[in-house]
């Protein structure tokens, strides 16, 4: 019988929902900018089906940036998603 290995679980910021880390993006702010999380610093995870409600997701993206520019958050956002599934 195989061993079961221990996954990480991990709580999206905007949901609270609780999953495994390989199911959620992982990003990063950095001066009120965001990124794909770059190794170095604080991050936090978004799951998958929150990406598809935006106003939700946009009141977690400005609470975790301290940022009020909302345009900007959610062009970013897209950019890095549109990015991650092309790679």
Known sequence: MAKKFHEPIRTCVSCRKKDIQCNLFRLQCENGDLSLFSGVGR?????????????????????QCRSGEKDKLMNKLKEIITDDRKS
């Open 43 to 63: 991050s936090f995870y978004l799951c998958k089906s929150c990406l598809k409600e935006e106003k939700k997701l946009l009141k977690a993206l400005m609470r």
